[in-house]
T-cell receptor
């Protein structure tokens, strides 16, 4: 069974630009969550999508948005990039049922550098 | 609100020595607890998890953790460290029914020959 895939793996942008990151979940998983990892703030939850709807949201500004498609693939968009947005962006997928068997499986991440 | 505290940002052990990485959690409801490992330039890999049932949980690569409700702890152990165990380890907590993982700050494990 293929794992979670994220594209691109590396990205360099300049301040003010926007960026779109993509995540393909494990087959059968309907929930996709996004996390930001930085040396200063650690791992922080951005948002979670389930069946094309945003179900949970973290404390990030509106510049960070996402969406999910009918095949459960998800995209994350960051507009008006700031230097502080440089980070490793991790996507995780799960069945989304919230039960005892629920586990989030992570992709390799997209490393974004904002210059 | 839930939170996780990992004591020690760096832990150094010799190859063959016991590994002990500490994790304490705070949760107003019975939590689900996880340990993930991250190797350089990679994502997070699940080591083990506790949901309900047996409090001693065995994971991959010889790691195990014990859920102690009275101490609100979920420490990770491995009897004998291997060079390949050098990585960063994250403890995380989640509430049943929710999808937001709350992570600790991570512990970098260094293994010397």
């Amino acid at each position: 069974k293929a794992g979670v895939t994220q594209t691109p793996r590396y990205l360099i942008k300049t301040r003010g630009q926007q960026v779109t990151l993509s995540c393909s979940p494990i087959s059968g998983h309907r929930s996709v969550s996004w996390y930001q990892q930085t040396p200063g703030q650690g791992l922080q939850f951005l948002f979670e999508y389930f069946s094309e709807t945003q179900r949970n949201k973290g404390n990030f500004p509106g510049r960070f948005s996402g969406r999910q498609f009918s095949n459960s693939r998800s995209e994350m968009n960051v507009s008006t990039l700031e230097l502080g947005d440089s980070a490793l962006y991790l996507c995780a997928s799960s069945f989304g049922s919230g039960g005892d068997q629920e586990t989030q499986y992570f992709g390799p991440g997209t490393r974004l550098l904002v210059l | 609100a839930q939170s996780v505290t990992q004591l020690g940002s760096h832990v150094s052990v010799s190859e063959g020595a016991l590994v002990l990485l500490r994790c304490n959690y705070s949760s107003s409801v019975p939590p689900y607890l996880f340990w993930y490992v991250q190797y350089p330039n990679q994502g997070l890999q699940l080591l083990l998890k506790y949901t309900t049932g047996a409090t001693l949980v065995k994971g991959i690569n010889g790691f195990e953790a014990e859920f102690k409700k009275s101490e609100t702890s979920f420490h990770l152990t491995k009897p004998s460290a291997h060079m390949s165990d050098a990585a960063e380890y994250f403890c995380a907590v989640i509430s049943k029914g929710f999808q937001k993982l709350v992570f600790g700050t991570g512990t970098r494990l260094l293994v010397s020959p």
